[in-house]
């Protein structure tokens, strides 16, 4: 069972990543109706489930990506999502950022956020976790 509920959270993430793209495609990448109906699709396979979590997020989601549309922006989606994955189930990473294929690096304001850990913030637990564990064994 425990396995069956992560594989339905993850099921989302293409829906999260695409209706991201999208966003970010019409808003700044002179994205067209396509790209519009697109996102549009994207959005209403997961909303319901956003709006599960929390409503300001889901119509937040829905504002920029719904069909006609006056507005879309890329960021306020970004954060919306961002703003439940963790009552989703899921982490940053799973769901990552947009790549630029021209220079194999994210698009500006399309980077992956964090899931809260820096480098340092491991680097940390682990000489914790050595220090700790030579205090055991001197003790001991």
Known sequence: RETTAKVVDLMYVPMIQGTQRYAYKVQNLSG????????????AAVLPRVFAEDEAAAQTIY?????????????????????????LGIKCSDVGGLMDDGTSDYYKGAEPCSDGVSGGGVAGIIIGSV???????SVG
């Open 32 to 43: 067209g109706e396509k790209e519009k109906a697109e996102g549009a699709v994207f959005a």
């Open 63 to 87: 504002d920029s990506m719904k069909v006609g549309a006056s507005a879309t922006d890329h960021k306020k989606v970004k954060k919306a999502f961002e703003s439940v994955y963790s009552a």
């Open 131 to 137: 220090a700790g564990g030579v205090a055991l064994v």
